[in-house]
Every structure is written in structure tokens, then in C-alpha cells.
């Protein structure tokens, strides 16, 4: 990130340390991919919690987001600036909404989220070209974290992930 971007942002700021993935968005490559890794402490305490809450919550995380991601992103004075990474956090989060925990289902959940947030398939892509600010920040990761969800419930229904 350039000095003048980095001027612009502070993780003293809370809307920005959210947005920045408590940091994690400012690692030097894949950003996207340490937001995600940011995720996996919250979705281990939230998944003590009854599936309705772990929800609840993502939900709240979401709504949040849009509020978040676009705060930061107009202090920056840039769109969906990759250091931005409350969207990974979210969608990763939604993604195991009801998913037993195991090493096997978070690295899958972890892999298909990413593979659904790099490669944006349709309708992922169009979200991200056509809506903008905080909610159009947000709205592509939590439909990569509902397609993760979707295949999620799939492979468990078919007993192929313990």
C-alpha cells in the first residue's frame, strides 16, 4: 500500500481496523486470503454457539459491513481497495453457518470460498461490476459465502466431509 493510502487509514480507527481485518488486510500479498484466515477465530467461538445465533450473527457482521467497507473505503478515497477485507471475514463466516467443525470442513470451506471470491463466477461478477460503496463492497463475498454454504450443506449431505 502506498504512503498516501496509508496516510489515509489508521488501525486506531475502529471502522478501519474492522475493514482492514483487524490488520490482516495489509498483508503484502493475497490481502483477500489473510482476511479469510482472519475469519476462522470467529467462526471457532461462534460455532459453540446454537446454528440460529452463528447466523444471527453473520447477518449482523453483514449489515455491519456495509457500513464499515464503505466508511473505509471513502476515507481512502478507493473502491473496494484490496486492503479491505471485512467482506472475506463475512463471507467465509456465512459459509460455515451449520457446519460441523472439523480440519477437513474449515479447509474446504476455506478453499471453496476463496476459489468463489477469485474466480467470481456469474451472478458473484456481476454484484462486483455493477454495485457500488459499502454494499457493493460487501455483496459479492457474501454471495461467494452463500455458493461456500451451498456446497458446504451439499458435501455434508453426502457424507463426503467429516
Not at 484466515?37 to 445465533?53: G, K, N, R, S
Not at 447466523?55 to 473496494?80: E, P
Request: aromatic share 16%; net charge neutral; hydrophobic share 55%.
Amino acid at each position: 500500500m502506498d504512503t498516501l493510502l496509508r496516510s489515509r487509514i489508521s488501525l486506531k480507527n475502529p471502522w478501519h481496523f474492522l475493514a482492514l481485518g483487524f490488520g490482516s488486510g495489509l498483508a503484502p500479498v493475497a490481502p483477500g486470503t489473510f482476511g479469510t484466515l482472519a475469519a476462522i477465530p470467529f467462526v471457532l467461538v461462534f460455532a459453540l454457539l446454537p446454528d440460529t445465533w452463528f447466523a444471527a450473527l453473520a447477518v449482523f457482521f453483514a449489515l455491519a459491513g456495509f457500513y464499515i467497507c464503505g466508511r473505509t473505503a471513502r476515507d481512502m478515497r478507493v473502491h473496494d481497495h484490496s486492503s479491505i477485507v471485512w467482506d472475506e471475514v463475512v463471507g467465509y463466516m456465512i459459509g460455515m453457518i451449520a457446519v460441523p467443525l472439523s480440519f477437513n470442513t474449515i479447509v474446504t470451506a476455506f478453499v471453496l470460498f476463496r476459489f468463489f471470491d477469485i474466480v467470481k463466477p456469474w451472478p458473484i461478477s456481476y454484484l462486483d461490476k455493477h454495485i457500488h460503496g459499502g454494499v457493493g463492497i460487501m455483496a459479492d463475498d457474501i454471495l461467494a459465502g452463500v455458493f461456500t454454504f451451498i456446497c458446504m450443506q451439499v458435501l455434508l449431505y453426502l457424507q463426503w466431509l467429516n
